[in-house]
């Protein structure tokens, strides 16, 4: 149980155009999911926070209006990496907080590899 | 803002030994601290995690201490093998919404 899948596992895109990343919850309903992001030999830094039915909690330094976070249901929540550049290359990993536990653990996707070319 | 310091950022030990990584944390509010175990390319995996009530926790060869007064935690790994080579990363949170801070990681390898 407590499966999270992302999509799509890698992608690559032109400079200047969008991309989606879907995070989903397999077997249980998530109210709160997260979205890092991880640079090679780096560590794993905090996107945002996403609310299903509310808007995102976005970190410090983090633009809102670059990288748009949609969680329109209790099992799926979007990035989507506006007008994308080069230095947006990374590794996306979402991660999802089971709504029905008590439990802090959250389990993470296989992550999401952005080439921007 | 919240800050999480780990340490040391290599380790390299033999098969058998142990290995030890520590890590401080800033915000005196949090009260989750999960440890990762990361391999190039694919997600973190939960290798073990305390809460703040509890001073120590222990998973076969895994043990994690905390000291709340002091915000320092330490991953423990006894007799080691070479499997366990890997990234390993700290985290604290648990409080707002529950959102976790990373350590900077700490590359360990066991050699056979």
């Known amino acids: 149980g407590a499966v999270v899948s992302q999509h799509p596992s890698w992608v690559i895109c032109k400079s200047g155009t969008s991309v989606k990343i879907e995070c989903r919850s397999l077997d249980f309903q998530a109210t709160t999911m997260f979205w890092y992001r991880q640079f090679p030999k780096q560590s794993l830094m905090l996107m945002a926070t996403s609310n299903e039915g509310s808007k995102a909690t976005y970190e410090q330094g983090v633009e809102k209006d670059k990288f748009l976070i949609n969680h329109a249901s209790l099992t799926l929540s979007t990035l989507t990496v506006t007008s994308a550049h080069p230095e947006d290359s990374s590794f996306y990993i979402c991660?999802?907080?089971?709504?029905?536990?008590?439990?802090?653990?959250?389990?993470f996707g296989p992550g999401t590899r952005l080439t921007v070319t | 803002g919240e800050n999480v310091e780990q340490h040391p950022s290599t380790l390299s030990v033999q098969e058998g030994d142990s290995a030890v990584i520590k890590c401080t944390y800033s915000?005196?509010?949090?009260?989750?601290f999960p440890w990762y175990k990361q391999e190039l390319g694919k997600r973190p995996q939960l290798i073990i995690d305390?809460?703040?009530?509890?001073g120590e926790k222990k998973d076969q060869r895994i043990a994690v201490t905390l000291n709340k007064t002091a915000k320092h935690f330490s991953l423990h790994i006894t007799e080691t093998q070479p499997e366990d080579s890997a990234v390993y990363f700290c985290a604290a949170g648990g409080n707002q919404g529950g959102k976790l801070i990373f350590g900077q990681g700490t590359e360990l390898s066991v050699k056979p």
């Open positions: 991660s999802a907080r089971d709504s029905g536990s008590a439990s802090n653990e959250q389990y």
């Open positions: 305390i809460r703040s009530n509890v």
């Open positions: 915000d005196s509010a949090s009260n989750y």
